[in-house]
């Protein structure tokens, strides 16, 4: 299930994040970011053609994200807007591995 729209960034709020945001990589993903005073943490999702040339696999890849990003948000300390880029690699992790890498993001940056 995608994300819900309360959740989701909008293309100029994403531009702005790629643009001036905070930036960590943790395994297959590189995670862009800003402190918000939103009442909600924002997310976006990108996965490009590099990770895979199939739909259904980026398709895929992002449904997970998406789930995991869901789970976390209810937890998180304090609002984010988020862009999460995925990189060639990432296909080949199991949802438990993705799980935990995103998690260890949120851990670092002390919002969980």
């Known amino acids: 299930m995608a994300l819900p729209k309360e959740l989701r960034l909008e293309r100029e709020e994403i531009r702005e994040i790629l643009k001036n945001g905070k930036k960590a990589k943790i395994k297959f993903l590189v995670f862009q970011f800003r402190e918000s005073n939103l009442k909600n943490s924002k997310f976006a999702i990108i996965v490009s053609l590099k990770v895979s040339k199939k739909a259904v696999v980026r398709n895929k890849i992002k449904r ?15 609002q984010l807007e988020i862009v999460v880029i995925t990189l060639p690699g990432i296909e080949n992790l199991s949802f438990s591995e993705l799980k935990e890498s995103i998690e260890i993001f949120f851990k670092d940056i002390g919002a969980l």
């Open 64 to 78: 997970r994200i998406s789930e995991i990003l869901r789970e976390i948000a209810k937890k998180l300390k304090k």
